[in-house]
């Protein structure tokens, strides 16, 4: 026999930690996505990148100015050590321990110090150089980083409302079978409905997964600029 209809309140079959904002905070509910959905982790990291590739401008920049100071205090002492070297002593003065020897020291002194300067070849061969270097690498992997914003798309938020959709129709499914008012059956059946929730569960889960392979592989195992 068919009892009297149960007086216990609709949210009775609810579907407990399946709907509503707060079931997306959390961990266990379908509705928390452990990775950002709508993000754009690509252009983060260009940003990133394109900011070491400004400081990187600085750096070489500040370099270039030592490079100059260096190449003209060498081209001013290389003109001084040949007014040196061009000294001529009159013959009635000593060869030795006398103004001779005061003029080779000076002599001396001027080249020691022209090879001081001559480091100016040294920060633009070796710190220019790689300086540039690794800015052009940057500039080649931004490049390379932007290309792979395409992958990133996805139907996660998509999946995610359908699910949503499908657990509103399961509580209500359930809030009819607690109730015994008749709506319970065929295609509305608490057990037909759990299937469409588990159909869109797993093709929610399938676009999750998708997501987190492509952040791994793309991001997580891509060089930096420089490693080989």
Known sequence: ???????????????KGHSGAESEQ????????????????????ANRFQAWRQLLKSLITYFREIQ????TRAKALHKVQNTVSN??????????????D???????????SIAEANKSR???????????????????????????SGDFKNNVEKEKEGTRREVDKLQEALQHADHEDGNATGKNDPFVVKLGVDRTI???????NYLHRVSLHNLSHQPLAGER
């Open 87 to 100: 000294i001529t002593h009159p013959s009635i003065f000593v060869s030795e321990h006398g103004l001779a």
């Open 68 to 71: 100059s100071s260096y190449d």
């Open 26 to 45: 959390e961990f266990n509910s379908a509705f928390f996505t452990p990775i950002p959905t709508q993000g754009t982790p690509t252009e983060v990291l």
């Open 202 to 208: 797993e093709r929610q889960i399938d676009e999750e």
């Open 1 to 15: 026999m068919r009892g009297n209809a149960s007086k216990r309140s609709l949210a009775a079959g609810s579907v």
């Open 102 to 112: 005061a003029t080779r020291i000076l002599d001396d002194y001027h080249k020691r």
């Open 122 to 148: 040294d920060i633009e061969n070796d710190v220019i150089g790689a300086l540039t270097g690794l800015r052009s690498d940057l500039g080649q992997k931004i490049k390379e980083i932007k290309s792979l």
